[in-house]
T-cell receptor, first 117, second 113 residues
Framework: SQTIHQWPATLVQPVGSPLSLECTVE??????LYWYRQAAGRGLQLLFY??????ISSEVPQNLSASRPQDRQFILSSKKLLLSDSGFYLC????????????????FGQGTRLTVV | AQSVTQLGSHVSVSEGALVLLRCNYS??????LFWYVQYPNQGLQLLLK??????LVKGINGFEAEFKKSETSFHLTKPSAHMSDAAEYFC???????????FGQGTELSVKP
């Protein structure tokens, strides 16, 4: 069966510090991978998605970046955190497919609560 | 462009009462629609999905949703609320680009004893 791991679960970082959140998927090959952010009291905003190694699409301009160094590994990074980067970050995967394919459901990790102080 | 609107950011029901969470979508192509549930400080769990096989979709934990094309709606219902149903619920539509999901703003469900 497929599983998704996301860590750390919570993180408190000072403004201006770097960030690295990691997500890995097991039990599937060539998944589509996603990073979402959920700000307090708000819905989910798609930040990045990837359909393959090294292929990253950004949905919104921001202080964050994403990378996919391996098929089942997805990393969210920042060189210098801002207060506005605080939120709940969720990694997700869905079945593989090309750019013009409407997916089935996405499966989510447990999330990382990031607080920038 | 595809979008999702959830009507009501907070819904409160009594235990044993009907649960109705509203979702309307906008899509230029036949949509794939989903309902997810999120418990505090956890990820999202799929409740059910509509993929055009049947308009009435049954999911986990006694929830179901009906796809109504004429009303562009996909409301989530449960006949009898349990205390354990208290959570946040998200409606989502699948996009054709990269298999992404667009989520509504979420509805927080409270269940009173």
């Amino acid at each position: 069966s497929q599983t998704i791991h996301q860590w750390p679960a919570t993180l408190v970082q000072p403004v201006g510090s770097p960030l690295s959140l990691e997500c890995t998927v097991e039990g599937t090959s060539n998944p589509n991978l996603y990073w979402y952010r959920q700000a307090a009291g708000r819905g989910l905003q798609l930040l990045f998605y990837s359909v393959g190694i090294g292929q990253i699409s950004s949905e919104v301009p921001q202080n964050l970046s994403a990378s996919r160094p391996q098929d089942r590994q997805f990393i969210l990074s920042s060189k210098k955190l801002l207060l506005s980067d605080s939120g709940f970050y969720l990694c997700a995967w869905s079945g593989p497919g090309p750019e013009n394919y409407m997916n089935t459901e996405a499966f989510f990790g447990q999330g990382t609560r990031l607080t920038v102080v | 462009a595809q979008s999702v609107t959830q009507l009501g950011s907070h819904v409160s029901v009594s235990e044993g009462a009907l649960v109705l969470l509203r979702c309307n979508y906008s899509s230029s192509v036949p949509p794939y629609l989903f309902w997810y549930v999120q418990y505090p400080n956890q990820g999202l769990q799929l409740l059910l999905k509509y993929t055009s096989a049947a308009t009435l979709v049954k999911g986990i934990n006694g929830f179901e949703a009906e796809f109504k094309k004429s009303e562009t709606s996909f409301h989530l219902t449960k006949p009898s609320a349990h205390m354990s149903d208290a959570a946040e619920y998200f409606c989502a539509v699948g996009l054709t680009q990269g298999g992404k999901l667009i989520f509504g703003q979420g509805t927080e469900l409270s269940v009173k004893p």
